[in-house]
């Protein structure tokens, strides 16, 4: 299914008439010609699509900026890090790419429709109100505000059409942060708000923080930004008590499944208690991912860090298990051919198990689209090996955060709301 | 983390199901002062909030006609489930929060015209997005009525955000059941009625379903070149204990056989869908109901045997007889165990017959299903027990869940003796966590709007006709059915071995 586009074409106001406008749009009276207003929840969207605008600017991809991630702006990102001369396992969308494509360049116009283009999963659940922040790289753009009423199409079989709006932000950073004033009365207290910073957490922190208070529900990305910033980030906003959901995290959900699965018969369960080594791959420099990993493992199994270190090559910790024996922790980034345009995506996970009275046991998780050589060499020759397959997820972000809103939860998923202090402890 | 501990459940597998998610809904229990809704439905959602699988924007809506408020239900509910929530009492601290309570008698329209108001001002209150769940968990005399006030009150016009769940029985013969269907399609479309089979949600009849089609070595034999016979048993150990009113009315055909035992035997027989869709799984398993039969439909009495359990257990602990039982007719013939024989006319199953037996006050409790193999053509092996046994596939479906197979085998020494031996799949060893409740599952996939595991109208048909003869017959001539007493505790009627022993068969002593 392709993305819809809204029924009408947006009105363009002036930013003090938005919330008069939506109001007349919804009262009673109007309600036979608009439908009625769903009673769902609002999303707001941080939407910079910054590698879009740039590769549509200069030529490398065609328009419209959607603010989606299409295959083709992937493959116009994978083509931009071999002409920039990028280092080969560079994710295509990184912010290596969008400053390298910034300094080139072109004056190719483009329509901008972010905030228009709504992707099935999500007005499958019908939103009661979609505001878009879309910021312009054109430095001084003044403040635009689009609004359109919007119906998901009525679907065969009939049923009612509960009806929602659209509303678009968008100009220059700066603008945009002087227009913030009318979001506030866009967002009644009575249904559930989300925001999803679909941007890198390096920027603009003040406005997350305006736009991200308790209590919404907050959507981010800890693989987007620099890997200090995002871990950190992802643990105050835990520890605030807002609902935080990671799309990082959620990515991890077949790892962490695969390895449940190693230890559910009950006669294996017994080495999680012998664990002396963790050793995690991942593709690009980016950690996140993979910590997030290891502290899920440590806070499930009790461990307590005693130190963490890094050098060129790689982050080395030290746990203690609850028997207080050490186990040593190593994360290492490997190149791959191709990698993904999340940065940091796990590739293989190793742990040793050292039972005092059995013989030893070897767990490798390992990816389905590459190898992990170097998890399976070396130091295992008298352990009892498992090995697994870690399917890949293949789901657009788009396809991920359609899936949280549609069994949305006020609070922070328990085993990420440990794990998110504790991955951010183990980046030195 | 003590060895204890992590031997008792895997660390890693807490709060990590990856389930499908449910969207916000308002779930509205009508007889939300019953028995199975304290004691099933309100600790299954319970179970589900606990396993975070539920939304934030999640209400559920008691209904009956006492006048009870919001706090009176909560009260009753936290009283009923207290056990459990001495586990948990934070969880229970915010689910209770999200339960609530309309005084409604499904028999008065204006009732539910209220209970529409009541319902927007839930979706206001707690943006449940106008989606519902309408759950019939009151006398069956009322799914109808019940069915057609909802309709009429308009809860029931947007079929992607309200559906109904029906318990059992769904009627109490072909005829019933055909008009109940009438009505209810005539409320809502087919997708939006969810039929309750409890015994659809224990994970090992899913299972049933994973063995057959997701691993390639069982289908090639699953048929009548290599499949002899097929017995399907579901014992009770219990007798009818306080239900004596309802079973009087019933009996083990209408309670066991006609529903759970025939959903078993049409997982079992059923030709492989051409996709894991909901529609695709119920087609076939219509049409394998469609074409059984009872093996003699003109002399049902030669291919069904009834049974009653009289006293029996030991001189300490006696145990009394069906028609001793409080609120039993002395002289009731109602049946508490049956044990036919039927056969499917397909291409796969010609001339296979398959028996199906059930009972209370058995020797144990069980349900399995065992598909017995053909002998080999050539007997080159002297065998321990005279002639080779034949080898059989044994699907454990409670308690102990598992499966077995069941083969010939070299017996150790000189010369070449052979003997059976059996291999084994246990749900404990391999997963070592107990399944969820299927009341779990069940409430679960109708809130997803998932009908896998519930009767589609045409099943339901299909497999109350099938049991027509026996039906009519027992109503007008019960004589020629009659109920043969067994002990308690026992295997029941010697009637019942006797049907097989006609064919050289035994059932299988579990
Ligand atoms: N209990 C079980 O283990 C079990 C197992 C399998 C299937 N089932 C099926 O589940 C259903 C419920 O069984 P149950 O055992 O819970 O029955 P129950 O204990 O007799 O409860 C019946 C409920 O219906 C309510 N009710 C009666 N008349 C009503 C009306 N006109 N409008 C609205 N509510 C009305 C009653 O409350 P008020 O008196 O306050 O109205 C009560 O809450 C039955 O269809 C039964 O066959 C039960």
Same mark, same amino acid.
């Given at each position: ?25 919804? @009262? ?211 520890? @605030? ?66 130190? @963490? ?67 399976? @060499? ?51 | ?58 209400a559920v809506l008691g209904c009956a006609r006492r006048p009870w408020s919001d706090e009176e239900f909560r009260g009753k509910m936290g009283d009923a489930l207290a056990k459990r929530i001495e586990e948990d009492p934070q969880a229970w601290e915010q689910f209770v929060g999200k339960l609530f309570y309309e005084p409604v008698d499904l028999q008065q329209p204006d009732h539910v015209f209220r209970l529409g ?394």
């Amino acid at each position: 299914m392709s993305p819809q586009l809204t029924l009408q074409t947006p009105l363009e106001l002036a930013p003090a008439d938005v919330p008069t406008y939506l109001e007349q749009l919804w @009262s009673p009276e109007q309600q036979g010609s608009t439908g009625t207003g769903a009673n769902t929840f609002c999303l707001l969207i941080w939407q910079p699509a910054w590698a879009e605008q740039h590769l549509i600017r200069t030529g490398r991809l065609n328009g419209p900026i959607t603010g989606q991630q299409s295959d083709q702006l992937v493959a116009a990102g994978q083509q931009a890090v071999i002409d920039a001369d990028l280092p080969s396992g560079t994710p295509p969308l990184a912010e290596a790419v969008i400053s390298a494509v910034a300094g080139w360049d072109g004056i190719n116009p483009s329509e901008d429709l972010r905030g228009q283009y709504i992707d099935p999963a999500l007005s499958a659940l019908q939103p009661r109100r979609l505001i878009t922040l879309a910021p312009m790289i054109e430095a001084d753009h003044p403040l635009e505000t689009l609004v359109a009423a919007y119906c998901p199409l009525p679907e065969e079989g009939g049923g009612t059409t509960a009806c929602g709006d659209v509303v678009v932000l968008r100009g220059s950073q700066n603008a945009l942060e002087e227009g913030l004033a009318i979001l506030q009365p866009l967002l009644p207290a009575r249904m559930p708000a989300w925001v999803w910073w679909n941007g890198s957490l390096d920027e603009a922190p003040d406005l997350l923080d305006q736009l991200a208070g308790t209590p919404r529900r907050l959507i981010l990305d800890s693989a987007v930004g620099t890997p200090r910033q995002c871990l950190d980030l992802l643990r105050t906003r835990v520890q @605030s008590g807002q609902a935080v959901n990671d799309l990082n995290w959620l990515r991890l959900s077949n790892w962490r499944e695969t390895l449940a699965m190693v230890f559910d018969p009950p006669q294996r369960r017994e080495a999680l208690n012998h664990i002396t080594q963790m050793e995690i791959d991942v593709e690009s420099n980016h950690p996140a991912q993979g910590l997030l990993l290891a502290a899920w493992i440590a806070d499930r199994l009790g461990w307590k860090l005693i130190s @963490s270190d890094s050098d060129d090559e790689a982050i080395n910790a030290r746990f203690t298990r609850g028997d207080g024996v050490e186990v040593r922790f190593q994360l290492m980034s490997v190149p791959v051919g191709q990698p993904s345009v999340h940065p940091g995506q796990m590739v293989g996970l190793r742990l040793i198990c050292k039972p005092d009275s059995s013989p030893g046991v070897c767990v490798i998780l390992c990816t389905e689209s590459g190898g992990c050589m170097r998890l399976e @060499s070396g130091g295992m020759a008298d352990l009892e090996l498992h090995e697994e397959i870690v399917p890949v997820q293949n789901r657009t972000p788009e396809m991920d955060v359609a899936r949280l809103l549609g069994g949305g939860h006020d609070t922070t998923n328990p085993l990420l709301a440990s794990a998110a202090p504790l991955a951010a402890s183990l980046l030195p | 983390m003590s060895a204890m501990l992590a031997t008792v459940t895997n660390p890693l597998r807490v709060g990590l199901r990856q389930e499908r998610v449910i969207a916000p809904q308002c779930l509205v229990i009508f007889g939300a002062s019953g028995d199975l809704t304290h004691r099933k439905l309100v600790p299954a959602l319970f179970e589900l909030f606990r396993q975070r699988r539920l939304p934030s924007e999640f209400a559920v809506l008691g209904c009956a006609r006492r006048p009870w408020s919001d706090e009176e239900f909560r009260g009753k509910m936290g009283d009923a489930l207290a056990k459990r929530i001495e586990e948990d009492p934070q969880a229970w601290e915010q689910f209770v929060g999200k339960l609530f309570y309309e005084p409604v008698d499904l028999q008065q329209p204006d009732h539910v015209f209220r209970l529409g108001e009541r319902l927007e001002r839930i979706d206001e209150q707690c943006s449940t997005h106008g989606n519902r769940t309408f759950y019939l968990s009151v006398s069956p005399k009322f799914y109808a009525g019940g069915c057609r006030s909802l309709a009429d009150a308009g809860l029931l016009k947007d079929p992607k955000r309200s559906r109904v769940v029906i318990e059992k029985p769904f009627g109490r013969d072909y005829g019933s059941a055909q008009a109940l269907n009438r009505v209810v399609q005539t409320c809502g479309q087919e997708n939006q009625i969810f039929r309750i089979d409890h015994y659809l949600g224990k994970e090992t009849v899913q299972n049933i379903m994973v063995l057959r089609f997701a691993n390639t070595i069982f289908e090639p034999i699953w048929n009548r070149n290599y499949i002899s016979s097929v017995q399907i048993t579901a014992a009770e150990t219990v007798g009818v204990e306080e239900r004596a009113g309802y079973y009087e009315t019933s009996g083990a055909l209408r309670d066991m056989v006609q529903n759970h035992l025939t959903q078993m035997l049409a997982i079992t027989a059923m030709e492989p869908p051409g996709r894991f869709d909901p529609e695709a799984i119920r087609n076939e398993k219509a049409k394998v109901l469609q074409a059984t039969r009872l093996a003699d439909e003109l002399e049902p009495w030669n291919c069904c045997i009834r049974g009653q359990y009289g006293p029996g257990g030991s001189n300490e602990s006696p145990l009394s007889g069906y028609r001793k039982e409080p609120g039993v007719d002395p002289n009731s013939t109602t049946e508490t165990y049956v044990a036919m024989k039927l056969f499917i006319d397909n291409w796969r199953w010609q001339g296979v017959p398959f028996y199906v037996r059930t009972g209370k006050r058995l020797a144990k409790r069980l349900s399995e299903v065992v598909l017995t193999f053909r002998e080999a053509p050539v007997h080159l092996f002297d065998a321990a027990a005279g002639g080779p046994t034949a080898n059989q596939l044994i699907l454990r479906i409670q308690p102990d869940e598992g499966a077995e197979f069941r083969f010939e085998v070299k017996s150790p020494g000189s010369g070449m003796r052979s003997r059976p031996i059996d291999m084994e799949f246990s749900y404990d060893d391999s997963f070592g966590e107990p399944s969820d409740e299927g009341y779990v599952r069940l409430l679960a996939d109708a809130m997803l709007s998932d009908p896998t595991l519930f009767t589609r109208s045409d099943e339901v048909e299909a497999a109350w006709r099938l049991y027509t003869p026996l039906l009519e017959l027992i109503e007008d001539s019960p004589w020629q059915l009659p109920v043969h007493p067994y002990e308690s505790r026992t295997w029941g009627p010697a009637a019942a071995d006797a049907l097989l022993a006609r064919d050289g068969l035994l059932w299988r002593r579990p």
